[in-house]
């Protein structure tokens, strides 16, 4: 009977023995499994280049749209322990996240607990109109559309300059934007940028410049910005448009008479185009045009408030995107029978 007894004990001992050393397993194969879970890159891929947390959103919502998206095939419990372990749980924000190639779940757990939201960027070129802006601005990714359906004048009041025509008042810049950003937004801050730039740029201006407000520099600006894209040609050009001012001359640049045309250039500029009047036809009217037919860049700005000095009067491209410049009009007549006509002598 004792033997039994003594059998019976055993047995229960090396079960116990067998259950602990299967826990012990199991807690072990769990924690390495957990570990690989830490260390593991999401699946991330083009097709989930972000995930899109909405508010009130727990980290099981959260999950659950990881996995929809494939990106983790794991359960809400390392992720809890996770969340717990670096102390984040219950302070994760709402908003569009960023999923990038290598991106542990411990990147993202910090991020959505810093509210480090993805963010886009949308920039306004140097040179562009005020219609490709509004053109760029409607094709920009995950930017709302609150401006779509106004026209020009309504968008200036709904951005705070009411009565402002709108061409050239926009910073040509980089803005970055996030998810639920509008078109209004980026161009409020383009507004408020180029604006606030202008003023400076003004107060520093070349006292001898002829220009009597700080838009008659950006109109200017922006006839240099049109006529070149060389940095070293921009205070020359604008040294030309200056002493043809200070002469009462006709400024005579092209790119006034194309934006007066609008959609009716199509591409080339006739001789009958230029003898046609329209408020910004430069060959028929003295002065700066009405308003700038651009946006012109810190740059031409600059340009435009500190001309090269000089006695030059004339330019002519030559066709590779320099020009040629000259100080009386029979050598202008002979740059342009050499370089447009290809009649040198």
């Not at 794991?74 to 569009?96: D, F, K, N, S």
């Not at 240099?224 to 070293?232: F, I, L, P, S, Y």
């Not at 009716?264 to 002065?287: C, E, F, M, V």
């Not at 030059?312 to 009386?328: A, K």
């Amino acid at each position: 009977m004792n033997r039994m007894k003594m059998r019976g004990r055993a047995f229960w001992r090396v079960f116990a023995l067998l259950v602990l050393l299967a826990m012990a397993g199991a807690v072990a194969y769990g924690w390495i499994d957990y570990q690989r879970f830490v260390r593991s890159p999401l699946a991330v891929s083009a097709q989930t280049p972000s995930v899109d947390v909405g508010k009130g959103s727990n980290l099981r919502d959260v999950v659950g749209l990881l996995r929809g998206q494939h990106v983790t095939t794991t359960g809400p419990l390392y992720w809890r322990v996770l969340a717990e372990q670096l102390r984040v749980a219950g302070r994760l924000h709402a908003g569009e996240y960023a999923l990038t190639t290598g991106m542990t779940p411990r990147d993202l757990l910090l991020n959505m607990a810093a509210g480090k939201v993805l963010q886009r960027n949308f920039t306004i070129v140097d040179g562009w109109t005020f219609r490709d802006l509004r053109q760029a601005l409607a094709k920009a990714d995950k930017l709302r559309q609150d401006g779509a359906g106004l026209d020009d004048a309504q968008l200036m009041v709904k951005i705070g300059a009411p009565g402002e025509m709108p061409e050239g008042r926009f910073l040509p810049e980089t803005y970055a934007y996030v998810k639920g950003d509008t078109d209004l937004d980026i161009l409020r801050r383009a507004h408020a940028a180029m604006a606030k730039m202008l003023d400076t740029l003004w107060a520093q201006r070349d006292s001898q410049v002829p220009l009597a407000t700080p838009y008659d520099a950006l109109i200017l600006a922006s006839i240099v910005e049109k006529e070149t894209g060389r940095a070293d040609e921009r205070p020359r050009i604008a040294g030309v448009f200056v002493r043809r001012l200070q002469n009462h001359m006709l400024l005579q640049t092209d790119p006034t008479v194309i934006y007066g045309m609008g959609e009716s250039y199509a591409g080339n500029i006739h001789k009958s185009d230029l003898t046609t009047d329209t408020p910004y036809n430069t060959y028929t009217r003295q002065g700066l045009p009405p308003t700038p037919i651009a946006m012109p860049g810190k740059p031409a700005i600059e340009a435009a408030l500190h001309p090269a000095q000089g006695s030059e009067l004339y330019f002519v491209s030559r066709g590779d995107g320099s020009h040629v410049f000259s100080s009386s009009l029979d050598e202008h007549n002979r740059n342009v029978a050499c370089y447009q006509l290809k009649r040198c002598q």
